[in-house]
Nanobody
Framework: QVQLVESGGGLVQAGGSLRLSCAAS????????MGWFRQAPGKEREFVAAIRWSSGITDYADSVKGRFTISRDNTKNTVYLQMNSLKAEDTAVYYC?????????????????????WGQGTQVTVSS
């Protein structure tokens, strides 16, 4: 059974940084695409970033490009989201997600319905 466990959320001032972690277990993720999504109060869940586990190819939402970096550590089966220059509008619950598919296009990667497994979420609050 696939399990995704997020950690690293918290309260930070605008301009600050946080690193989220997603520990994955339950099966091999060699062919997986891992994603980070977020959901702010009253808003729909939105794509943040994704990485193909085998190749390391990444995609980002325009709103976080240049500020956030997604990466993975194969030895620890963990995906990270390094968030720099945080803004108040980054405040949300951040979710890690996985799907056992290698996406060739960004369109599939950004579709939350494409992901089969989800973590419980971790709160990120950015104070202005």
């Amino acid at each position: 059974q696939v399990q995704l466990v997020e950690s690293g959320g918290g309260l930070v001032q605008a301009g600050g940084s946080l690193r989220l972690s997603c520990a994955a277990s339950g099966r091999t993720f060699r062919r997986a695409t891992m994603g980070w999504f977020r959901q702010a109060p009253g808003k729909e869940r939105e794509f943040v970033a994704a990485i193909r586990w085998s190749s390391g190819i990444t995609d980002y939402a325009d709103s976080v490009k240049g500020r956030f970096t997604i990466s993975r550590d194969n030895t620890k089966n963990t995906v990270y989201l390094q968030m720099n220059s945080l803004k108040a509008e980054d405040t949300a619950v951040y979710y890690c997600a996985a799907v056992m598919t290698y996406f060739d296009s960004r369109t599939g990667v950004a579709d939350h319905d494409a992901y089969d497994y989800w973590g419980q979420g971790t709160q990120v609050t950015v104070s202005s």
